[in-house]
């Protein structure tokens, strides 16, 4: 049995780099002018066999020993937008991400990670500037971007975030649509094997010990495959990890909602068609391998205690091996999403129009409105519970 972790990291054996996981916090709360994404532009029926944003991303980062994967999976999805709307793309500064979305939290000065839904509030109202102007490095970690850096963001912001709702239909909708989507998602150690070939193997629903001790970690969804019945994913740990920094992760592992949540599409012009050269006909199996895939993992789990210094190695496997096709079979109804509707906004229940903007995230004394330990309110809370119908119309 593991002791409660307060920290936790991925060591690869050959080399001994430190990743840092368990990153992505939960959202508390959602970012102005949120919407139900409505996956209500193609039937099921309609969308191709494979999607596929890859051509289109920037350079796959690495986060390091830092938690700041949510910044990381934010930072892609804008790099790529900004890439379809003009062509080319620079580098946006992944640490102002990161250092205002916990600033939204009220925790700007401990690399304890951020929720995805602060750091698209950052985008949406403070914006970002590049890494130019705020590089990444990771002594910098906790230090307060310079002014400079504030007054280059305003220039780049986004305009628009849309939930995308936990399930296959909707989420390969977004995709065909040509849209990536950040998520969170419970890892298990089948993200160790994955380290040579990207394949992420369904984790075992018996070792659900496995999901306390293991990292919650943002990542960007950009295309799916329904010969392999897996998504497409970008994670932010490096080129040299799994297939040039992508993975593989099957359907049922990220359709299930105690695996997988917070899914957000964001937008930078909103009547923009991102479709052209992301469908695809021909479709692969990305879960084909040979011996070589057998090797031993390379990446271990291990943890920082409260009770004791330095790092416990996990022995428990918690991972079913490669292959095993029937754990991918059933991936619910893709026709769940109908009550979706892309014109619908949330309910004043889902946003406190009374909350005052921060005037600048880097005052600490700003964010004492934005509380890490404020609840959900119930009607967000509860995961299980399907989303409403009958929004009201969000007051202007």
Request: hydrophobic letters at 25%.
């Given at each position: 049995?593991?002791?409660?972790?307060?920290?936790s990291?991925?060591i690869?054996?050959s080399?001994?780099?430190?990743i840092k996981i368990?990153?992505?916090?939960?959202s508390?709360?959602?970012p102005?002018?949120?919407?139900k994404y409505?996956?209500?532009?193609?039937q099921?029926?309609?969308?191709p066999?494979k999607v596929?944003?890859?051509p289109?991303?920037?350079?796959v980062?690495?986060?390091?020993a830092?938690n700041?994967?949510?910044a990381?999976a934010?930072?892609?999805a804008?790099e790529y937008?900004?890439?379809?709307?003009?062509?080319a793309?620079?580098?946006v500064?992944?640490?102002f991400?990161?250092?205002n979305g916990?600033?939204?939290l009220?925790?700007?000065?401990?690399?304890?990670?951020?929720?995805?839904?602060?750091?698209i509030?950052?985008?949406?109202?403070?914006?970002?500037?590049?890494e130019d102007t705020w590089?990444?490095?990771v002594a910098?970690v906790?230090?307060?971007?310079?002014?400079?850096?504030?007054e280059e963001?305003l220039?780049?912001?986004?305009?628009?975030?849309?939930?995308v709702?936990?399930?296959?239909?909707?989420?390969?909708h977004c995709?065909?649509e040509?849209?990536?989507?950040?998520?969170?998602?419970?890892?298990?150690?089948s993200?160790?094997?994955?380290g040579k070939h990207g394949?992420?193997?369904?984790?075992?629903?018996?070792?659900?010990?496995g999901?306390?001790s293991?990292g919650?970690h943002?990542?960007?969804?950009?295309g799916?495959?329904?010969?392999?019945q897996?998504?497409?994913v970008?994670?932010?740990?490096?080129?040299?990890?799994?297939?040039?920094g992508?993975?593989y992760?099957?359907?049922?592992?990220m359709?299930?909602p105690?695996?997988?949540?917070?899914?957000?599409?964001?937008a930078?012009?909103?009547?923009l068609d991102?479709?052209?050269g992301?469908?695809?006909?021909?479709?692969?199996?990305?879960?084909?391998?040979?011996?070589?895939?057998e090797?031993?993992?390379?990446?271990?789990?291990?943890y920082?205690?409260?009770?004791?210094?330095?790092l416990?190695?996990?022995?428990e496997?918690y991972y079913?091996?490669?292959?095993?096709?029937?754990?991918?079979?059933?991936y619910?109804?893709?026709?769940d999403?109908d009550?979706?509707?892309e014109d619908?906004e949330?309910?004043?229940d889902?946003?406190?129009e009374d909350?005052?903007?921060?005037d600048?995230?880097?005052?600490e004394?700003?964010?004492d409105d934005?509380?890490?330990?404020?609840e959900y309110?119930?009607?967000y809370?509860d995961?299980?519970e399907?989303?409403?119908?009958?929004?009201?119309?969000?007051?202007?």
């Open positions: 049995m593991f002791k409660q972790s307060k920290a990291y991925l690869q054996r080399t001994g780099k430190r368990g990153g992505c916090q939960r508390q709360s959602l102005p002018k949120a919407r409505g996956a209500s532009r193609y099921a029926a309609e969308l066999p596929d944003l890859r289109y991303m920037t350079q980062e690495d986060q390091s830092v700041s994967c949510s990381n934010i930072a892609g804008y937008l900004a890439k379809r709307a003009l062509g793309s620079g580098d500064s992944r640490l991400i990161y250092y916990r600033a939204v009220g925790d700007q000065n401990k690399d304890e990670g951020s929720s995805i839904t602060a750091c509030r950052v985008l949406q109202e403070i914006g970002v500037c590049t590089p990444y490095d910098m906790n230090a307060q971007p310079h002014d400079d850096a504030f963001a220039q780049f912001l986004i305009e628009e975030a849309e939930e709702k936990v399930d296959l239909f909707s989420m390969k995709l065909a040509g849209y990536p989507f950040v998520f969170g998602l419970a890892l298990f150690r993200f160790d094997r994955a394949k992420v193997s369904m984790p075992n629903p018996n070792s659900e010990e999901r306390q293991h919650a943002a990542m960007l969804c950009v799916y495959s329904e010969q392999s897996a998504f497409i970008r994670n932010s740990w490096g080129e040299k990890w799994g297939e040039k992508y993975c992760i099957p359907y049922a592992y359709t299930n105690e695996h997988c949540w917070d899914c957000w599409k964001i930078s012009v909103s009547d991102f479709t052209a992301v469908w695809y006909e021909e479709d692969e199996n990305y879960y084909e391998y040979d011996e070589e895939d090797e031993d993992y390379d990446y271990e789990y291990y920082e205690n409260d009770e004791e210094d330095g416990e190695e996990s022995d496997e079913d091996d490669y292959g095993d096709e029937e754990d991918l079979d059933d619910g109804d893709e026709e999403s009550d979706y509707d619908e949330y309910s004043d889902y946003q406190d909350e005052e903007d921060l600048d995230y880097g005052d004394e700003d964010s934005y509380d890490e330990d404020e309110s119930d009607d809370q995961e299980d399907e989303y409403s119908d009958d929004y009201q119309d969000e007051e202007d």
